[in-house]
């Protein structure tokens, strides 16, 4: 069974940082998307950033909006990917989830909620002065 764990989220400053945690288990495969979401209250939630393990390649992707400011990234073991996101703005305060799915091409739509089917609990990030 596949779960999801994320952790990490917090209150920080404008400009600061933080390193959220998503502790996969039960994968039934190497080749997946595992991405990042947020939801703010009363919008949408929106794709952040997504890692692709596909035959051994590692592919990164991310939503304009926080490309030169968000890295995801995962354990050498595999199991837990890391969302490092610095220069934190009011703006970025969400839920924010782990999603994953599991592949067998490289998909257009990985940032797309519409495209996962196993979520994690989420962990809220909030950035205020």
């Known amino acids: 069974q596949v779960q999801l764990v994320e952790s990490g989220g917090g209150r920080v400053r404008p400009g600061g940082s933080l390193r959220l945690s998503c502790e996969a288990s039960?994968?039934?495969?190497?080749?997946?998307?595992i991405a990042w979401f947020r939801q703010a209250p009363g919008k949408e939630r929106e794709g952040v950033s997504c890692?692709?393990?596909?035959?051994?390649?590692?592919?990164?992707s991310y939503a304009d909006s926080v490309k030169g400011r968000f890295t995801i990234s995962r354990s050498n073991a595999g199991n837990t990917v890391y969302l490092q996101m610095n220069s934190l703005q009011p703006e970025d305060t969400a839920v924010y989830y782990c999603?994953?799915?599991?592949?067998?091409?490289?998909?257009?739509?990985?940032?797309?909620?519409?495209?996962?089917?196993?979520w994690g609990q989420g962990t809220q990030v909030t950035v205020s002065s």
């Open positions: 890692l692709t393990r596909l035959k051994r390649l590692t592919y990164t």
């Open positions: 999603a994953v799915e599991f592949i067998n091409f490289l998909r257009r739509d990985r940032l797309q909620t519409r495209a996962y089917g196993n």
């Open positions: 039960g994968f039934p495969s190497e080749n997946y998307d």
